[in-house]
């Protein structure tokens, strides 16, 4: 056990002490990466109430730089915080048990507001083209109990989900890149989008989705995929709730 890692998480996620002593292979951060984790996690946060749940999910990696320089609620980025980032989006994701490919090699990805739909009162968005036939249609053949529940995610939000899974994971690597993909790796930023069942609430990101009579609705159409089933070989769990666009 990495005692370091241990004395820097143990007194905010009091689960992680017990984690630690089952899961001695998994992978953590160091001391001086999680503290800058944690600022990161912080930062990301105020860029998202700055300009808004929506825009988040779209924004490019080099606007949040801007917009953290520019408004003193957010507060500039680091040059360490600046380098961790870097690392968290090139290292190799193998070393976590994340066997999935990379889909976005430039951490300034623009996403332009031309490419995407504007899916109303969801706050998520969807790219047009495929991806937004196939959310149309699955309206349509499941019927309007079927909600959107993530969308497009540019870079940044994938990074900001991922920073906060790891943050909650205590600092676990391993066990935070089998529940989320690392920035770069997901095909929310290329085509796939999540769906759940109205009034689920969180349930929606869980197995229990495939018990609904929506996800069994959805299984039969032939026009959609579903990227991570159960016992995937990029080693993301089971999300039923994932709708691959083929
Ligand atoms: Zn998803």
Redesign the pocket.
Known sequence: MNRRNFLACAAITPLFANEMIQDTDDIYLSKEEWELLVSINARLKRVKRQIGFGNFNLVSYNDTLFYARNYHKIGAFTKKEIAFIDKLFNEDQNQYGFYGPKTCFDINNKVSRKEVKKIPRTGHYIFKGKPLEDYENLIKDVGDTLILT?GVRNVVKQLSLYVNKIYNCGGNMTKASISIAPPGY???TVS???VGRKGWGYKNFTADFASTYEFSKMRKLDYIGM??KKDNSDGVRF?P???EVI
Do not use: A, T
């Open positions: 993530s997901s095909y929310h796939d989008f999540d990227r991570y999300e709730w994932h709708v």
